[in-house]
């Protein structure tokens, strides 16, 4: 039996964040994941000398106070190679119109708007005021939701006067936030809020909080923006990995956790982990950060084992995130327009919306002159988890036609354009991640689960900790980082230390 200070449970951006903050505190840190790479969502895979990220194509929060760049100067890393992808993206409402592009300039991006939305401004501005309240409150590490009374204290530290106005509409949804404007009957912009924030909250513009929906939808403007990581997605978790790693933390790979038992009287937690081998490892621990989906949680800790019926139900009652079927293909660059944006959404009536991410040349994920294209949808997990095995090839091959087929008509291609193609459903996700059923992100951002309504990242287990895509903000690598910043901070204090990053200004 060996004993570990703490124990962080999944080696993906949250694990692994979390678990870099701690080992560089000095505690004895051991990170456990069961794939035989980091990354999780954020990961990638090769075939021959192509790179495709596994999920996560872009990343928030590099920019001078972005959380990702304060986590990389506390933890005295580099920051990653990256580029600002400006236009952020290009929303084609299959409409007959032009594709609305998201400029990184803010001036640029108003003319843009104005000229596809005429008569909205109102809404943008309410949007504006609630996005800068909001990052406002959110770049001074409030914790959410409130646990106990220290984690009130530092909301109650993080608010301002502005917070408390914008508060008022924490339980209105963008919908709302349209018909206060008057642009309730633009059906273009309620499209357009449908594509974007299903990227970002898993939920349409009628089911998104607006205090979530308002923020996300700037996110591509300066002074924030989103990035393109050189060198695939793979460079975020290399990098933590070597920070861990560097400030003595142990890395155990391949290992799979398949019980934890709290032992009160040693104010303790038991895990029994099964390595590649099928090894069994026993370790102990008296914290434990679980970075994995909640609902993994209720597999791990036995009916007798300390969780509530209560918070078991509250568990087993979260709404089921959205899988996603996924393309990954290769082409040669010159068969791509030469103004083409990195980052695509297409509307079509069947699947919904169609994002489309495309390597920038010289950016290491395929040989110069080639290009990879990777093509996602959401669908239902329900209707891919109980298929046979000849309903499951018709499915994927019904998928793959289709997304073929619009991304041909888009730029024209044909079947010989590609050099590589393959589908991934979320049976493969699941494979690849361990998430069951093979979801992507985490709770949908409706104003009952948002934020301060969301899933604590205190359990009803004392040294029993939640982060991840599934804990505040959620969604993305910037969303989980903070995530991991506020479970770091919960637990020093718990052990009388207190946790304060750098604020850039």
Known sequence: ???????????????????????????????????????????????????????????????????????????????????????????????????????????????????????SEIFWSLCSQIHNSNWAFVDRDPILPVGNLWDLSQLIRAIRPSNLLTGLLSKLTMADLLALSGCQRDKRLRRFLDLQLKLYSQEPANRTAALYGATV???????????????????????????????????????????????????????????????????????????????????????????????????????????????????????????????????????????????????????????????SIFVDINKWSNLDSQSYTNQKKFYLDKILNIINNKFRFSDVTWVHQELSTPRSFERWTGRPGGIVGGLGQHPSQFGPFGLPSRTPLKGLWLCGDSIYPGEGTAGVSQSALMVARQLMETKGRHLNLPVFN
């Open 1 to 119: 039996m060996f004993k570990e200070s703490i124990i962080v449970v999944g080696g993906g951006i949250a694990g692994l964040t979390g678990a870099a903050i701690l080992a560089k505190e000095g505690y004895e840190v051991t990170l456990i994941e069961a794939h035989t790479q980091l990354g999780g969502c954020a990961g990638t895979f090769r075939r021959g000398p192509y790179i495709f990220d596994v999920g996560a194509t872009q990343v928030a929060g590099l920019e001078i106070g972005g959380i990702h760049h304060r986590l990389f100067n506390y933890l005295d890393i580099s920051i990653p190679n990256a580029k600002v992808l400006d236009p952020g993206c290009s929303i084609d409402l299959s409409d007959g119109t032009k594709p609305i592009n998201l400029w990184h300039d803010p001036f640029r991006w108003e003319k843009e708007r104005k000229e596809h939305f005429p008569g």
């Open 217 to 375: 939808l700037q996110m591509a403007q300066s002074p924030r923006g989103l990035w393109h990581l050189k060198g695939s997605m793979q460079i975020l978790s290399d990098s933590l990995k070597k920070s861990f790693l560097r400030d003595g933390g142990k890395l155990l790979m391949g290992h799979r956790v398949l019980n934890i038992f709290q032992d009160k009287e040693l104010s303790t937690f038991n895990l029994k982990v099964v390595d590649k081998r099928q090894k069994i490892l026993r370790l102990q621990a008296p914290d434990i950060v679980f970075s994995l989906p909640p609902q993994m949680l209720l597999n791990l800790v036995s009916t007798n084992g300390g969780l509530s019926k209560t918070y078991r139900e509250c568990i087993n009652n979260l709404p089921k995130p959205s899988g996603a079927v996924v393309f990954y293909g290769a082409l040669i660059r010159s068969y791509l327009p030469a103004d083409c944006p990195s980052h695509i959404q297409i509307f079509d009536e069947q699947l919904g919306s169609l994002f489309i991410s495309i390597s920038i040349e010289g950016d290491q994920r395929a040989p110069i002159g080639m290009a990879t294209l990777i093509a």
